[in-house]
């Protein structure tokens, strides 16, 4: 998979892929080697190209992410490729978007937080999907109802596949 992630301003572009040991990322084009591994609550620890950091990542409530980096902290927007409708940089609130939410590579649902006729908040978790032995989290990217759920625990998905919709 393929996109493009906005850190601190700065744009990056960056690869996803199942590699054979583990994910196969690259930044801007080169090769990063990466490891992550999910620690109690919050927390992960990623090793990158040998050095260790311990993380959280958490939603900022517009639409990105802040991750904390050590004592560091980073506004993260990842730019959806698969949604052309997503906000425009800058754009927070309740900006409506039509269409469901999709996913963004293939996976396994192994979650499913809410049920059609639920009130969401905009960045609120949906779901989880399990991809290349990760868990996301799918967030609502408009504060409304969910009006349907195509998914259940259990279901295998693929890159693009509609999830919910909320209206």
Same mark, same amino acid.
Request: proline share 5%; net charge negative; hydrophobic share 45%.
């Given at each position: 998979?393929?996109?493009?992630?906005?850190?601190?301003?700065?744009?990056?572009?960056? !690869?996803? *892929?199942? #590699?054979?040991?583990?994910?196969?990322?690259?930044? =801007? #084009?080169?090769?990063?080697?990466? =490891?992550?591994?999910?620690?109690?609550?919050?927390?992960?620890? /990623?090793?990158?190209?040998?050095?260790?950091?311990?993380?959280?990542?958490?939603?900022?409530?517009? !639409?990105?992410?802040?991750?904390?980096?050590?004592?560091?902290?980073?506004?993260?927007?990842?730019?959806?490729?698969?949604?052309?409708?997503?906000?425009?940089? #800058?754009?927070?609130?309740?900006?409506?978007?039509?269409?469901?939410?999709?996913?963004?590579?293939?996976?396994?649902? /192994?979650? /499913?937080?809410?049920? *059609? !006729?639920?009130?969401?908040?905009? #960045?609120? =978790?949906?779901?989880?999907?399990? *991809?290349?032995?990760?868990?996301?989290?799918?967030?609502?990217?408009?504060?409304?109802?969910?009006?349907?759920?195509?998914?259940?625990?259990?279901?295998? /998905?693929?890159? !693009?596949?509609?999830? *919910?919709?909320?209206?």
């Amino acid at each position: 998979m393929k996109l493009e992630a906005e850190i601190d301003g700065k744009s990056y572009k960056v !690869g996803v *892929a199942e #590699g054979n040991d583990g994910l196969a990322i690259t930044l =801007d #084009g080169k090769a990063v080697s990466v =490891d992550a591994r999910t620690l109690d609550g919050f927390f992960t620890s /990623v090793l990158i190209g040998g050095k260790a950091y311990e993380t959280t990542v958490e939603p900022d409530g517009e !639409g990105a992410w802040r991750v904390q980096v050590g004592i560091d902290a980073h506004r993260v927007v990842i730019l959806d490729p698969l949604r052309s409708d997503r906000p425009a940089r #800058g754009e927070g609130g309740e900006r409506r978007e039509s269409g469901p939410i999709l996913s963004l590579m293939p996976g396994k649902v /192994v979650r /499913v937080l809410v049920k *059609a !006729g639920d009130a969401v908040a905009l #960045g609120q =978790d949906l779901l989880v999907v399990e *991809a290349m032995k990760m868990e996301n989290a799918v967030q609502a990217p408009v504060a409304g109802r969910v009006q349907e759920l195509f998914v259940s625990p259990g279901d295998a /998905v693929e890159a !693009g596949a509609p999830l *919910a919709l909320i209206g």
